[in-house]
């Protein structure tokens, strides 16, 4: 149930005045719902990894690298990743995501070779002189992963044996305050994953009403995102919001306190607003898959919903052998099928994880074998 306030039947004075009461209910209704689901759909049983193979036995901008933090970035479900893909010699691999290289560096441990790519030339860096060991088994390039097959294509790659995409932002640029993806720590409001395009101070200062709570629903289903978007246009008309702790605090009035930072959904909002994230992710699911080859393994690292329910749907989609219509009489073989239909179910990080990385506690991973 999508509740939507009606303020085009109000003055903008009036619905202001109304918006903070709107979204409160709101807020109670969507927490309502989330309560009864959870008691009504308990959380399926995850399938170990004996189930899974059971078939087989900054632009100018950008701050002086001396400001920023050293780079530091574990990699969540690095023993699941490398146990699905298979990695060994004669083998090649896409990272779209290195990040830190952690991933990559099992994969090439195992023998493999692997071209990756990233948007952060920090990361970019890091990962050359952390993997440059293993000399030209190893390539990367600055890129999103949804324009790489371009890149793999000029490189004289028309097919791999294995895909690796762990999507959000890495441990590194959120302990870096100059990148501004932290509402915990004073910095500009960027939040930029690579280094042009605009940033989040320019949506937030720029963007209108309709655009703001579209953004904070859509991508950070956020109930309150008419309050909060209410809120930074009457701010800006004052001054711009160019900080992170600036737009954390100007959220945070008013809220009573939580388990969860007030700010924590408008802010993973416009981190995917500005990086285009979901965009990018529907764009390149079926350009990757085409480059897989067969007995081919995909798999892929989410951290919220969103990105969660695209992958999953994707993969079922292209995962279900026969399609059905009541006007047929009887089903037909999927033209779609890409994958084996028998997919197990996602993977979440287990007790011994999560208590040497909190931040694993919202990865979940989902695979598939190319046909």
Known sequence: MNLTYPSSLFSPAFSIA?????DHLAARLHRKMALAASGTCPEKKQKTFSEIDRRENFSSLQPPASSLQPFSHQAVLAEEVVAFLKPQPGKIFFDGTLGGGGHAELLLQAGARVVACDRDPAALAHAKKKLAAFGDRFVCFESNYAEAPFHLVAMGISQVDGILLDLGVSSHQIDTPERGFS?????????RMGRSGRTAADIVNTADLA????IFREYGEEPRALTFATRIIRERHHQSITTTLQLASLLAQGMRPGPRHPATKVFQALRIAVNEEINSLESALPQLADMLASQGR??????????????KRFFK???VAEIDNPTWSAPKPNPEQLFHPSLPHSVVADAAELANNRRARSARLRMAEKL
């Open 298 to 311: 995909f798999a892929v690292i989410t951290f919220h919903s969103l990105e969660d329910r695209i992958v």
């Open 211 to 214: 655009e703001l709570v579209k």
């Open 18 to 22: 109304l918006a903070e009461t709107w």
């Open 183 to 191: 509402f915990q720590k004073e910095g500009p409001l960027d939040m």
């Open 317 to 319: 989609k292209h995962a």
